[in-house]
Antibody
């Protein structure tokens, strides 16, 4: 059974760094892109970027380029999303999801990680 | 970026109704269009990909159509489990992915 399991909720202060994770189970992790989406409170979904674990190729949305970094450790089937210095506006739920390209977009999703940033 | 515009933003409906949600792309995306269902506190769930293909396990009352810039999601007879928010998403391989703003189905 395909599963993406994300790390737990985080509470941070503005300016603090953070790295959240997404671990894949039940499929060949290196053969499928992983995407990250943001959902701000009460708002819609926004694609932040995607990474291909096989070779770490990464694509970012122009809206998120430079705002956060996507990385992967294929030895432990885990993708990451990290910030060097959080802002209050980063408060959101972050989802990872598997891309089953070229035909199918995000077919399996993680449960989401709530990130709260407040002083 | 390709802008995706859904309408309506909210739809008040009853069990048994036929429902249609539309999604318009700001430029041609061929058939690279997906629909997702999201319930409160849950991750989105893929319903339809490539404009009209049902994902595995999705009930046949859901259907998708369209090509180019105009797309629609239809539910033939609304069930209690279908009250949720629905998002379209374009995944044109030559552009950043973008989602519509969502359509909330609420009980009339």
């Amino acid at each position: 059974e395909v599963q993406l399991v994300q790390s737990g909720a985080e509470v941070r202060k503005p300016g603090e760094p953070l790295k959240i994770s997404c671990k894949g189970f039940g499929y060949t992790f290196t053969k499928y892109w992983i995407g990250w989406m943001r959902q701000m409170p009460g708002k819609g979904l926004e694609w932040m970027g995607s990474i291909y674990p096989g070779d770490s190729e990464t694509k970012y949305s122009p809206s998120f380029e430079g705002q956060a970094t996507i990385s992967v450790d294929k030895s432990i089937n885990t993708a990451y999303l990290q910030w060097s210095g959080l802002k209050a506006s980063d408060t959101a739920i972050y989802y990872c999801a598997r891309l089953n390209l070229p035909m199918v977009p995000f077919d399996f999703w993680g449960q989401g990680t709530l990130v709260s940033v407040s002083s | 970026d390709i802008q995706m515009t859904q309408s309506p933003s909210t739809l008040s409906v009853s069990v048994g109704d036929r429902v249609t949600i539309t999604c318009r792309a700001s430029q041609n995306i061929n058939m690279w269009l997906a629909w997702y269902q999201q319930k409160p506190g849950k991750a989105p769930k893929l319903l339809i990909y490539k404009a009209s293909f049902l994902d595995l396990g999705v009930p046949s009352r859901f259907s998708g159509s369209g090509f180019g810039t105009e797309f629609s999601l239809s539910i033939s007879s609304l069930q209690p489990d279908d009250f949720a928010t629905y998002y379209c998403q374009q995944y044109n391989p030559y552009s950043p992915y973008t989602f519509g703003q969502g359509t909330n189905l609420e009980i009339k």
